[in-house]
């Protein structure tokens, strides 16, 4: 079972910059497909970004595609999510997810397909 936290969150401007970091433990983390989801105050949870267990492979919400960049570092067990070009829409507490998979490449996108999730971490983007 993974173990997950995530850190990096805070208040930035407008077209700001942050990066979030998800630490994993527990399981060998080559193994596990890892994404980023994120809630907005009175909204449901949402998928941001995914990427693959060898890294090969990244899946993007077209709300944050070509501002954000999913990446994974196995040897540091970490898998980070940079953000740029942050807007007010960004606000929210982000999630980071974990699923074994076999497959290398697969990118589930689908929450309900994520078993292991985080605490989360609050992003806000202030005007």
């Known amino acids: 079972q993974a173990q997950l936290v995530e850190s990096g969150g805070g208040l930035v401007q407008t077209g700001g910059s942050l990066r979030l970091s998800c630490a994993a433990s527990?399981?060998?983390?080559?193994?596990?497909?890892m994404g980023w989801f994120r809630q907005a105050p009175g909204k449901e949870r949402e998928f941001v970004a995914t990427?693959?267990?060898?890294?090969?492979?990244?899946y993007y919400a077209d709300s944050v595609k070509g501002r954000f960049t999913i990446s994974r570092d196995n040897a540091r067990n970490t898998v980070y999510l940079q953000m740029d070009t942050l807007n007010v829409e960004d606000t929210a507490v982000y999630y980071c997810?974990?699923?074994?998979?076999?497959?290398?490449?697969?990118?589930?996108?689908?929450?309900?397909?994520?078993?292991?999730w985080g605490r989360g971490t609050q992003v806000t983007v202030s005007s």
């Open positions: 990427i693959s267990r060898s890294g090969a492979g990244t």
């Open positions: 527990g399981r060998t983390f080559s193994n596990y497909q």
């Open positions: 997810a974990a699923r074994s998979t076999i497959l290398a490449n697969t990118l589930a996108h689908r929450e309900s397909e994520f078993p292991y």
